[in-house]
């Protein structure tokens, strides 16, 4: 039997004075805390930590990540340490509850902690937990979940002349907001020329130029499972290769469910142009990059891996992965077709988010096609913006994608049939969800604002 995890959400509230200041200022924080185990209380349980830290006037970082230590019997405590920004600095809180059995209450609900900035003291002060009103909430948001599967490969290539299958990854280490992309690639030309496999690793620093190395084109081997070639593999779970200044190596561990973003029949029967899937939603990355004389440690870097399968590249298109937090997941491909007649037709829209464990729409074709309850949804795609709108049922969203030119990478792809793209890729985009419902009229339900995290492209002929 496979082994269960534990999720669960804590809100504290309370008062924080910083060394540059006299007086106190309110705090909030709102934590979701993530374990690979049953939380039990002999034992001591370590879980990854996301959420929003608040200071009055000073501080508030939706994207505060750190790493909470529960062990009330074994070590009697039960210490957080959460890394946040406040005006462009990088502050650590670190605390923790000192469990006891003479003052149980007090012991589990306050907490006692010091802001540091690159070791030194910069602040102090006292987070609560607010029993009247967040004992409910806290027990209520507890879930068990059994770890996802493995990711797959979801192999679709044969070798068959006139198609093309994608491998790549995206990510964006927390740390240094640095994002990646490893791209790998498998075409068969149209002539019969004989398949080959090629691709590129590229890194795009928060502050500096985006740097890139391609590998190939090789041969296809016959690789039956992942993507391999000489020095390069992606595989379930490991990603390695090397591309003349660059060497990778991470290990990739799933963090959701699989993710479908054209309809799920197109990818087991290839009718469609092209078809693209993601084996999990979300994944955690770990291991090191390093490109010329620099190294990126990455730890727990949230992103993802994708397929694609087709005949080639769009007429035009664009494309979003956006990790909005807590597991949510919006993933976004709009496009004109090649195909005589679907090219005269404006872009088709294919949208999915995952929103608390569900995806909106239930149906990939519903934002493409539109019908009852919900018209086609729309794409206005160029740089260095490019939008998407629509409605289905009682939900509609609207979503910005910016591409800073400096933050973009432009490279050249070759299709099947030997004709060129152009795709322009940041994995440093910025990006603005509004997500509302009908209720008598439009109430916002969710917004989020991503700055330099989200993973967007736009390409064209």
Not at 246 to 253: H, M, V, Y
Request: proline share 8%; hydrophobic share 35%; charged share 25%.
């Amino acid at each position: 039997m496979t082994s269960r995890g534990t999720v669960f959400k804590e809100t504290m509230l309370g008062r924080v004075r910083l060394g540059d200041e006299q007086g106190d200022r309110p705090v909030r924080v709102d934590l979701v805390a993530r374990a690979d185990a049953v939380l039990l209380p002999h034992r001591t349980t370590r879980a990854r930590l996301t959420g929003r830290l608040r200071i009055a006037g000073r501080a508030d970082d939706a994207e505060a990540v750190g790493e909470l230590e529960i062990s009330p019997l074994a070590r009697h405590r039960i210490r957080y340490r959460i890394t946040f920004a406040l005006e462009g600095r990088r502050l650590l809180l670190d605390g923790w509850k000192s469990v006891s059995p003479a003052r149980p209450l007090t012991s589990m609900t306050v907490l006692p902690f010091t802001l540091y900035e690159e070791g030194e003291r910069v602040g102090e002060g006292t987070l609560r937990f607010p029993l009247a009103t967040g004992l409910l909430p806290f027990l209520a948001s507890f879930r068990f979940p059994r770890p996802a599967a493995p990711v797959a490969p979801a192999p679709k290539w044969d070798g068959t002349p006139g198609r093309t299958e994608v491998w790549y990854t995206t990510l964006t280490d927390p740390a240094t907001g640095t994002g990646v992309w490893l791209h790998h690639e498998l075409v068969a030309p149209t002539d019969g020329s004989g398949a080959y496999a090629h691709g590129w690793a590229a890194v795009f620093p928060k502050d500096g130029p985006v740097e890139y190395e391609r590998f190939g084109p090789e041969p296809w081997t016959g690789e039956p499972q992942g993507f391999r070639t000489e020095g390069v593999r992606a595989q379930p779970g490991r990603l390695a290769g090397s591309a003349g200044a660059f060497t990778w190596d991470l290990t990739e561990t799933p963090d959701g469910p699989p993710l479908h973003t054209f309809p799920r029949w197109s990818w087991r029967r290839p009718l469609l142009p092209a078809s693209h899937m993601l084996p999990a939603a979300r994944c955690r990355y770990s291991g090191t990059l390093r490109h010329g004389t620099r190294e990126l440690p990455l730890e727990e870097a949230p992103g993802a891996s994708a397929r694609i399968y087709g005949h080639g590249n769009a007429r035009r298109w664009a494309w979003l992965h956006a990790d909005l937090g807590d597991g949510d997941v919006l993933e976004i491909i709009a496009a004109v077709s090649q195909r005589p007649g679907l090219n005269r037709l404006p872009p088709l829209v294919f949208l999915r988010l995952l929103r608390h464990g569900r995806t909106w729409p239930r149906r990939a074709e519903r934002t493409a096609v539109g019908w009852a309850g919900g018209g086609r949804f729309r794409a206005a795609l160029g740089l260095p913006e490019w939008r998407v709108a629509g409605r289905v049922g009682r939900r509609r969203i609207r979503v910005t994608v910016t591409q800073p030119p400096e933050r973009t990478l432009t490279l050249t792809y070759t299709d099947p049939d030997g004709s060129t793209a152009v795709c322009r890729n940041s994995e440093t985009a910025d990006a603005v969800v509004s997500l509302e419902r009908w209720w008598g009229r439009w109430w916002q339900e969710a917004e989020w604002r991503l700055t330099g995290t989200a993973h967007a492209e736009a390409g064209d002929r």
